[in-house]
């Protein structure tokens, strides 16, 4: 196990981060999925049967590949974890997979889970189907406006999408909905939380679920490099949930870790403390502890918060964290589209915005960046920016 | 664990000792132009002592009624400090306790907060998104400003837990009435009584049910068990119809003779 991303404990601290903060109905369920967690972790008859649903329907492990022409194009060599190949698009399915397992053997009939872009809320759908169990899913009503065709592939696969009216009306408030059906339904219903965030166990079981991707590239790279570790190590980050699955397979070597936020959703760029959705992190917030809207080309990324490891990997200075703007998104978007044939997701496009940027900077390295999901969802909302 | 006990407690528990049921209602702070005015009328119709919101903008536990009353008040531009500063100089004999998200705490910092409270002159407080395990850093500032920190104990709880959360809880111990969030519903939840009964067996703290009160007839069944109720989405649906401070005020004194009349 990792010596900087380990057991955060029962009282689920990563630093000063992390923990609880969760109605008191909500908590003897938290401290049941712990429990539920801790020994599903230990029994090989679950890590195995994981492992196979992992293999056998999600199509693990997912290559990396070389990037030679965009690696010409910015001047350093581009590696891609190709977690867009995974079954339904995205690395999201890796968590799915394990959390739903995880329900089934706690007795629960009932999955209940939040989505931005739609990428957790298919991959929640998917499980559930495949597991026989009945699936609500809640996206806020703007996202559901731009992710249309993901609100159908849920409904396709026999779910329920329910639009979160409140607020901004985006990730933020569909949090906030599955948490008053989870404080409602705590009895027969599984939250399965799609990012690295949420009270404690979430961001550490959460983690724990996308090992795989730092795991499997630690080892494709250490073939592809010579034994060898890449320079760097760098995806985007909402609640940071593919971040810090392929951070842990490199936060033991000398490889930096650069995670990449929406300008208008940069909660560590901002570094500002505070309590929302279960736990402490950095959060965007007025003065007064208001809860601020994030503002994001991408309904994955937009999100106020940020999980709790980032906020401590950044505070201890081990990962640092930079912020690009929705025009350079779009460029990082059509940037692999064209080198390399591959349509990344959106949030993805932050991350080779990022390292469109910093080409200098890169220059002579090796980055390794993390694909989390295919770009397929987003053409229609590209053909608008692009004016196509 | 003794403690001393607060203002908030000891009108409580007077209410009790004279055979009576306590009530205290709650209001959203900052809601419309009149909302300090409707917190008159909330004590004068009876109260034993009210529950003042503090709107969030994310309230987890709070279902549609208060969100909106929420959403309208920081739209309005209500913000904690011109609650608190509307509270102190409002002369209110009734003791009251502010309902807000820890958040709103923690930005201002912990003892910051406590002592805002304390200056507005505030008895209580009650943060639901902060249980037993997090009241530490909390807890004690809260303490030091002579701010009672009042609990929830809720029906998922194991037996164990109920004496933990009794014995950190100043001020009364807040017993969750359903599965579920603030709202009125068209009966009283099974649970209400249950969660009542387990608290009644393990504390002499005043114990009131509040989540899915909503109608003098539900107070009246479920303080049958439970020493009083809170009553939340019920009067804010009155506050958010326009009703204003006195038709507020006409249903807290309909809770209030109901309850009377059953202990009588």
Known sequence: MSTLMGDPGADGRFGEFGGRFVPETLVPACQELEKAFRSAWGDPEFRNELSTLLADYAGRPSPVTECHRLSEELGYRVLLKREDLNHTGSHKINNVLGQALLAKRMGKTRLIAETGAGQHGVATATAAALMGMECRVYMGEVDMGRQELNVFRMNLLGAEVVPAMSGSRTLKDAVNEAMRDWVAKVEDSYYCLGSAMGPHPYPWMVRTFHEVIGIEAHEQCARILDGGVPDVVTACVGGGSNAIGIFSGFVDTDAELVGVEPAGGAAVGRKVPGVVHGSKSYLMQDEVGQVLEAESISAGLDYPGVGPEHAHLAAIGRARYESVTDDEVVEGFQLLARTEGIIPALECAHALAWMSRAREELAGKTVLMNLSGRGDKDVRQMMDVLGK | ?264
């Open chain 2, 1 to 264: 664990m003794s403690s001393v006990i607060g203002k908030f407690e000891a009108s409580l528990r007077a209410r009790r000792e004279s055979g009576g049921k306590i009530l205290v209602p709650y209001i959203t702070g900052g809601l419309g132009d009149d909302w300090i005015e409707t917190l008159h009328a909330v004590a004068d119709a009876g109260a034993d002592g009210i529950e003042i919101g503090i709107p969030f903008s994310d309230p987890v536990m709070d279902g549609p009624t208060i969100q909106e009353a929420n959403d309208k008040a920081l739209a309005g531009g209500a913000t904690p400090q011109s609650i608190l500063s509307a509270i102190r100089d409002s002369d209110i004999e009734v003791p009251l306790a502010v309902m807000t998200y820890y958040n709103i705490a923690f930005r201002a910092g912990d003892t910051r907060f406590a002592t805002d409270l304390a200056e507005a002159g505030i008895s209580g407080c009650i943060l639901p998104d902060l249980p037993l395990e997090e009241t530490g850093s909390w807890a004690e500032a809260a303490d030091t400003a002579g701010i009672e920190t009042i609990l929830l104990a809720a029906p998922t709880a194991p037996d164990e837990r109920l004496p933990l959360i009794c014995e950190r809880s100043r001020g009364f111990v807040y017993g969750v009435g359903l599965l579920g969030i603030t709202g009125v519903r068209e009966s009283l939840a099974a649970s209400a009584m249950d969660i009542a009964g387990r608290l009644k067996a393990v504390t002499d703290m005043p114990v009131l049910i509040g989540v899915g009160v909503g109608t003098p007839a539900q107070a009246v069944e479920v303080s049958t068990v439970a020493d009083g109720v809170v009553v939340g989405s019920a009067i804010v649906n009155r506050m958010l119809s326009g009703a204003g401070p006195d038709g507020v005020g006409e249903l807290v004194a309909e809770f209030r003779s109901a309850l009377d009349d059953a202990s009588s």
